[in-house]
């Protein structure tokens, strides 16, 4: 079992930053596929980035693209969503996920994912 933890939610002004961080408990971690999706008030959670185990694959949803960084730190069991030049349609609950299948592919679907964090609150004002 997986646990996943999102920190660095916030309310912030449009043209502003975030950096989100996932953090996983156990020895797999460095294994997975991860992601990052939000849901907007009143929406269906969508894609919005994901990263291969070894960083060495990743893919944006074309509304962030430009904008948002996936990273990840495979000592430290974390990964990252840097978040620049906010808008207020960015406005959403962020969730980490992570898949366990092994190989090097990406994954943009919410079924495809296996484990999931509680979310983290992130509000942009115009």
């Known amino acids: 079992q997986v646990q996943l933890v999102e920190s660095g939610g916030g309310l912030v002004q449009a043209g502003g930053s975030l950096r989100l961080s996932c953090a996983a408990s156990g020895r797999s971690f460095s294994t997975y596929a991860m992601g990052w999706f939000r849901q907007a008030p009143g929406k269906e959670r969508v894609f919005v980035a994901a990263i291969n185990w070894s960083g060495g694959s990743i893919g944006y949803a074309d509304s962030v693209k430009g904008r948002f960084t996936i990273s990840r730190d495979n000592a430290e069991n974390t990964v990252y969503l840097q978040m620049n030049s906010l808008k207020p349609e960015d406005t959403a609950v962020y969730y980490c996920?992570?898949?366990?299948?092994?190989?090097?592919?990406?994954?943009?679907?919410?079924?495809?994912?296996?484990?999931w964090g509680q979310g983290t609150q992130v509000t942009v004002s115009s």
């Open positions: 996920a992570a898949n366990r299948q092994l190989g090097s592919n990406l994954y943009s679907w919410e079924r495809e994912y296996d484990y």
